[in-house]
């Protein structure tokens, strides 16, 4: 077996790279196309790049780095979903993906990283100068039998995403999730990067992605992004103002509903530790949980 190279990501890379993630982690939702969009054409202003480590011919790494621009808190980078091939472990392949990541964050300007790590992983990221900080449970769902069909109380409408101006979407999704726990506030989450990221990826499910309105304002959404027959529920938040009335649970409700019927089978989704209230909604869902891993954090000279 040949010594893995470390070459920077192509977009011919994206089935290798899908077909890796599913091994090592089956649990995270992003298709072909949507991979080869985001090696093609990175999101904007995170100044992102990816790697993979390639072995007889063979993709058994991958790992990005960006720039986050969702937060004010400056100088934060991010190293995501780093990952080896079982069969290609302790060989000095995830080192050699780190140390790529790591410096094109240096090139940027980081001085504090992110990454996550399974608890298996968790020495690896210590020796390389890392810190967990925080849980990050991931769940799943079986859609058969699909969830019923929620039925709004009085004043409450249950719409698709579809066919709404997006920036009334992008309203919602922003400033519900400025208080949503992490390491670094998610308080900056610009029009155009949501557009590209989030509106426009081609995994979402505009039809199941669910919104409520109330009085004629978008208060509360669930967004469904999917490849084939699984899904991911990408954000599910309501407006500050509106919180405890249970509009979380009702758009999850419909869009996991909306999902099954257009042919997904299991839905997964993932939460902080701290996040109590959408950790009750999704046991009341009967999701279950598959695996954690942890935010670790560590400060960049």
Same mark, same amino acid.
Request: aromatic share 6%.
């Given at each position: 077996m040949s010594e893995a190279e470390i070459r920077p990501a192509r977009a011919d890379d994206a089935p290798a790279v899908v077909a890796l993630r599913a091994i090592v982690f089956p649990y995270l939702v992003r298709g072909v196309a949507s991979t080869r969009r985001m090696i093609a054409e990175p999101p904007p202003g995170e100044d992102w790049a990816a790697w993979v480590a390639e072995a007889d011919g063979q993709v058994v790494g991958w790992a990005s780095a960006y720039r986050n621009v969702q937060t004010t808190t400056p100088g934060v980078g991010e190293i995501s979903t780093l990952h080896v091939h079982p069969d290609h472990r302790r060989r000095g392949v995830g080192t050699a993906l780190f140390d790529a990541a790591l410096g094109h964050l240096r090139t940027l300007?980081?001085?504090?990283?992110? @990454?996550?790590? =399974?608890?298996?992983?968790?020495?690896?990221?210590?020796?390389?100068?890392? @810190?967990?900080?925080?849980?990050?449970?991931?769940?799943? /769902?079986? /859609?058969?039998p699909a969830p019923s069909m929620?039925? $709004?109380?009085?004043?409450?409408? /249950?719409? $698709?995403?579809?066919?709404?101006?997006?920036?009334?979407?992008?309203?919602?999704d922003a400033e519900s999730s400025r208080d949503e726990p992490g390491d670094v506030p998610t308080d900056a989450v610009g029009y155009d990067l949501w557009l590209h990221e989030c509106w426009e990826n081609v995994g979402l499910d505009r039809e199941a992605s669910t919104v409520a309105e109330?009085?004629?304002?978008?208060?509360?959404?669930?967004?469904?992004?999917?490849?084939?027959?699984?899904?991911?529920?990408?954000?599910?938040?309501?407006? $500050?103002?509106?919180?405890?009335?249970?509009?979380?649970?009702?758009?999850?409700?419909?869009?996991?509903?909306?999902?099954? @019927?257009?042919?997904?089978?299991?839905?997964?989704?993932?939460?902080?530790?701290?996040?109590? $209230?959408?950790?009750?909604?999704?046991? =009341?869902?009967?999701?279950?949980p598959v695996d954690s891993q942890w935010s670790c954090r560590r400060k960049l000279s």
């Open positions: 300007g980081s001085t504090r990283v992110l @990454t996550n790590a =399974r608890a298996e992983s968790l020495p690896f990221a210590q020796r390389h100068g890392f @810190t967990a900080s925080r849980e990050l449970r991931y769940s799943a /769902l079986d /859609l058969d929620p039925e $709004p109380p009085p004043g409450v409408r /249950l719409l $698709p995403a579809a066919g709404l101006d997006p920036r009334r979407v992008h309203r919602v109330v009085d004629g304002e978008l208060v509360a959404l669930s967004l469904v992004k999917r490849d084939g027959d699984r899904m991911w529920s990408d954000f599910t938040g309501t407006l $500050p103002a509106y919180r405890g009335r249970g509009l979380a649970r009702l758009t999850k409700q419909a869009a996991l509903h909306v999902a099954a @019927t257009r042919g997904v089978r299991t839905a997964y989704t993932s939460n902080d530790e701290a996040n109590a $209230p959408m950790l009750v909604i999704n046991a =009341r869902l009967g999701y279950r």
